[in-house]
């Protein structure tokens, strides 16, 4: 495969059936060397599986305990929910691996953001969008 994040390449020991839970995860056609167009089954229970949420809870496995010790010492997680796809994905500091959204701009301040921190409905940073909330309460 060709990963285009390592994040992928990494969660791929990680790969669980959805629907037994065994590791006998595989690419369906092995010639294929993109994520995009990636099938995967489970060669134990023969279920065709959602790559996006296999690869998703592998994810969540690969970054349980290092996101255990940071949030524990007061910093941000390793990921977080991306707010374009809405998937469990964006890895700091690559972006969502999904769908590779990486830069998230507030458009009242211009400050780059992380994704806990931004209001994708209004596209601003939590301060400006609190900000703006106040003002139009008023």
Known sequence: MEW???????AVSKLRCSKCGSALVRQVDPDNQSFETMQIDCTACGKPL?????FETAIEELFAGDDYRRIKDGAEPSHTT??????????RPEGC??????????SMCGE???????????NMCSYC?????KIMRE
């Open 50 to 54: 959602d790559k996006e949420d296999v």
């Open 112 to 122: 780059s953001c992380w994704p806990d921190d931004y209001d994708s409905d209004s």
């Open 82 to 91: 991306c707010p374009v796809c809405r998937r469990n994905t964006w890895v």
């Open 4 to 10: 285009e994040f390592e994040t992928l390449e990494e």
């Open 129 to 133: 969008s609190y900000r703006m909330e």
């Open 97 to 106: 691996v999904f769908c590779g959204s990486s830069k998230l701009k507030c």
